[in-house]
């Protein structure tokens, strides 16, 4: 499934993949969320995610979160988010595990700027060596780094940056992370894990 809806937003699953492999993790548990399968057999090009979305004006914001992790599809979002720009002036948010700067080795963050009106990133942990034991990522402890420079630079292009945590962590370990989410200047949200 390309696209799927919660709430009043729409979301685009642009792939399976990831480079973390977090303990919490919906897919680890379900095949979807609210009924919807969300296992994709293959990733779809821009072409094929817009002609699925068609006219966005309904919903609130158009979502780029799946199954894996939306970043690795680096240029289906710049290409879909330019064309819902032009066409729909729709508002875009990404959620990520905000090691984008890490898989590209680069800063992709300017790519964003006046396209991603919002980027929601998993933060989850008040450490490199909790981020790692929770996350599993590819990159090892550099990923809660890696993380961490990636917000600072969301802040810098993209207009709304919130840091997100999952309640599966203890509650002394959510405020550290609101603390340095304030630290860092940006929003905080606690998500609720989602075990279907």
């Known amino acids: 499934m390309i696209t799927y809806e919660l709430g009043n937003n729409l979301y ?56 894996g992790e939306p970043v690795l599809r680096l240029e289906q979002i710049l290409e879909v988010s330019r064309h819902l720009k032009k066409n729909y002036r729709s508002r875009i948010r990404i959620n990520t595990n905000g090691q984008g700067n890490l898989v590209y080795g680069r800063n992709i963050v300017p790519l964003f700027e006046g396209l991603i009106d919002v980027i929601s990133v998993s933060l989850n942990a008040k450490n490199a060596e909790d981020y790692q034991r929770l996350c599993k990522s590819s990159y090892g402890e550099e990923a809660f780094y890696g993380v961490i420079e990636f917000i600072k630079e969301c802040k810098q292009y993209i207009p709304e940056v919130v840091v997100t945590v999952v309640d599966v962590i203890p509650p002394e370990d959510i405020e550290m992370c609101r603390t340095i989410a304030g630290e860092l200047g940006v929003g905080f949200k606690v998500r609720h894990f989602y075990n279907v």
């Open 12 to 67: 685009i699953n642009l792939t399976n993949r990831c480079t973390n492999k977090c303990s919490f993790c919906v897919k680890e548990y379900s095949d979807g969320i609210g009924g919807q399968n969300l296992w994709i057999e293959s990733e779809p090009t821009a072409e094929e995610i817009i002609k699925e979305i068609g006219d966005p004006s309904r919903y609130k914001e158009v979502v780029f979160c799946g199954f």
